[in-house]
């Protein structure tokens, strides 16, 4: 199983990036995927979820309505648009599979919002 993430950056608060996760290795059109995200001293956080399907999609409180998660099977990646960008919002980012009764991470991507 690999997953890379990509399209992280520095942004100033209100800006938009888009991250992506390549994925390999494993079925990826059967497998619910997610964006977590951790800062130094805290618990990972899941950021949204999708299913295999793409039909159930789920977000945290904190991002619901400035992101977006989508997958395109075909391609085997999984997106995370992200608009109207927060300080809050800095943090290491990562792409999960859940597999079986397995998470597999990829080694993360940073964003940082600031003026």
């Known amino acids: 199983v690999q997953l890379v993430e990509s399209g992280g950056g520095l942004v100033q608060p209100g800006g938009s990036l888009r991250l992506s996760c390549a994925a390999s290795?494993?079925?990826?059109?059967?497998?619910?995927m997610s964006w977590y995200r951790q800062t130094p001293g805290k618990e990972r956080e899941l950021v949204a979820s999708?299913?295999?399907?793409?039909?159930?999609?789920n977000y945290a409180a904190s991002v619901n309505g400035r992101f977006t998660i989508s997958r395109d099977n075909a391609k085997n990646t999984v997106y995370l648009q992200m608009n109207g960008l927060k300080p809050e919002d800095t943090a290491l980012y990562y792409c999960?599979?859940?597999?079986?009764?397995?998470?597999?991470w990829g080694q993360g991507t940073q964003v940082t919002v600031s003026s």
């Open positions: 999960s599979a859940a597999i079986i009764l397995s998470n597999y």
């Open positions: 290795g494993f079925t990826f059109s059967s497998s619910r």
């Open positions: 999708i299913s295999s399907s793409g039909g159930i999609i």
